[in-house]
Structures are given as C-alpha cells and as structure tokens.
C-alpha cells in the first residue's frame, strides 16, 4: 500500500514536470465540445480550456507505472492579463444530493501562456482510493490530494465533460466527472451534470473557475 501511494505522489510530480507526452492525440473518453468549434481564431483558442487525449499505449504504460485508476489532462490558456488565478474543486454528491467539497485549491497562474491541469484517481487498497489534482504554471505547480471510499459499488465510469470551453472570469466550468452505482450493469456517460447527479448513486465532479 504504501508502494502505491508513493508511486501516485510521483506520478504527480511528474506531471508537474512535464515528463509525460501530453500532447493532443487519440480520444480514450469522448468528449464533449462546448462553446468552442473547429473554425475559431487563433485568439479564441488562446482564450479556452481544453481537454488532452493520450493515445490507449499512453494509459497503459501511465496506469503500469503509477497504478492510476482514471487520469484526465487539460491545457488551459488566456490571453487576458486581469486573469491571475485558478480555484480548482471537486463536488461529491450522494443519491442525487450535494454531500460534500473536496480537493479545494487554489493558485496563480500567468497569461499568454499554456499551462495544465490533471486528476487522477488511485487505488490505495480494496477500500479506499486516492485522489490527486495538480496545476503546472510553466515550471512550478501546485496540488491537492486526499482520500475516498469505495464504499460497495459495482459499477463505475469516467469521462470528460469538455472538449473545449471558452473561459470566461468567475463562471464555473466542469471538466470531468466519475460515476458509480451499487449495481451491476452498464453506464451510460452523459457530459450533463445535472442528468449524472438524477441518475447514479454516487457522482464526482471536477470543476475550475477562473479569476483576477
């Protein structure tokens, strides 16, 4: 067990880095493309956070390495110099309510340039898996880690809720959401929180917003 948190800790750190290959390639999650098309100017993308796909050899040799469970990348990018801060969070809710806030955090960020964001999720042991979420501004970062159960779920899935989303000062974004359920079967993913919250027994969601 403790193998295993220290190999997340470092997955962490290397993401920090910049070891891994994150550059956009093959989708593993279907992504949604909100607010944001194929035809936008250079300074429309400049102004947006998008998700990064990595290619199946990619997850395989990062969950190999770390043990990680689910693993979401995004690149983020402003060209509004008012625009200094990221709050990153994650929403727990249970049943169809909100129960709790976890992996709150915060920091700055600079303009006119790309920085990133990642989640993952790792199993610690049959009960428990633990939760990483970091941001990389240039060479330094920041990050946010915990713990949740797994409590008796026999079905889960995971995805992005965003392909591309135009940033906008102070307004929420949710970028990616874990579900599960006490049953077994199958999942059906929908980029829509609302619907993911009426429909499964447990759901987390990531969320950013950003800010001066």
């Known amino acids: 067990m403790k193998l295993k948190v220290f190999l997340a800790c470092l997955f962490a750190l290397a993401f920090a880095a910049g070891i891994w290959n994150d550059a956009p390639k093959k989708h593993l999650a279907k992504p949604v493309n909100s607010n944001a098309s194929s035809s936008a100017s250079p300074h429309e993308k400049a102004n947006a956070i998008s998700y990064v796909p990595i290619t199946d050899d ?11 469970d689910s693993l979401f990348i995004y690149k983020f990018q402003t060209d509004d110099e008012n ?13 169809g309510s909100y129960k709790e806030t976890l992996a709150s955090m915060g920091t700055s960020m600079r303009s006119k340039r790309e920085n990133k964001l990642y989640w993952s ?9 633990m939760w990483i979420v970091s941001v990389r501004d ?42 599960r359920k006490k049953e077994l079967g199958s999942i059906t993913f929908r980029p829509e929180p609302d619907e ?12 950013c917003r950003f800010k001066s």
Not at 58 to 68: K, L, M, Q
């Open 58 to 68: 990619e997850y395989a040799s990062i969950r190999s390495a770390s043990g990680a």
């Open 83 to 95: 625009i200094a801060w990221i709050d990153c969070w994650m929403e727990h809710y249970v049943n």
């Open 121 to 129: 999720l790792t199993s610690v042991n049959d009960k428990e898996q």
């Open 196 to 207: 993911l919250i009426k429909s499964y027994d447990e759901v987390y969601l990531l969320k």
């Open 138 to 179: 240039g060479g330094s970062f920041s990050s946010s880690k915990g713990s949740i159960a797994k409590e008796a779920f026999a079905s889960s899935t995971w995805g992005s809720m965003i392909g591309s989303q135009k940033i906008v000062p102070e307004e929420p974004i949710t970028l990616s959401a874990i579900v």
